[in-house]
Nanobody, 121 residues
Framework: QVQLVESGGGLVQPGGSLRLSCAAS????????MAWYRQAPGKQRELVAG???????NYADSVKGRFTISRDNAKTTVYLQMNSLKPEDTAVYYC???????????????WGRGTQVTVSS
């Protein structure tokens, strides 16, 4: 099966930076999109950033200009560089991949277990 493992979360002071990584393992025939979602305590899950197979990206307005999503195709890894972090960025960040497992299956959505990001003085 396809498995996603996030890493890079932790505690950082406001204005600091973190880089999240999500490594995909298992058989993947084609990846359509890769994205990062986050969910803060008591709030709904929201899309933070996404990248399509062609390399085009999109960002939530709240992180635009501060976060950058990128992908290492050779390692099947997606990254989220987070700069100028704010307390409101505190959340569990989840990796999301829309992919085709084999040439004979329809696309499926895969989720990582999440990594905690805490921004506090």
């Amino acid at each position: 099966q396809v498995q996603l493992v996030e890493s890079g979360g932790g505690l950082v002071q406001p204005g600091g930076s973190l880089r999240l990584s999500c490594a995909a393992s298992g058989s993947i025939f084609r990846i359509n999109t890769m994205a990062w979602y986050r969910q803060a305590p008591g709030k709904q899950r929201e899309l933070v950033a996404g990248i399509a197979n062609a390399g085009n990206t999109n960002y939530a307005d709240s992180v635009k200009g501060r976060f950058t999503i990128s992908r290492d195709n050779a390692k099947t890894t997606v990254y989220l560089q987070m700069n100028s972090l704010k307390p409101e960025d505190t959340a569990v960040y989840y990796c999301n991949v829309n992919a085709v497992y084999s040439a004979w299956t329809s696309p499926n959505v895969y989720w990582g277990r999440g990594t905690q990001v805490t921004v506090s003085s």
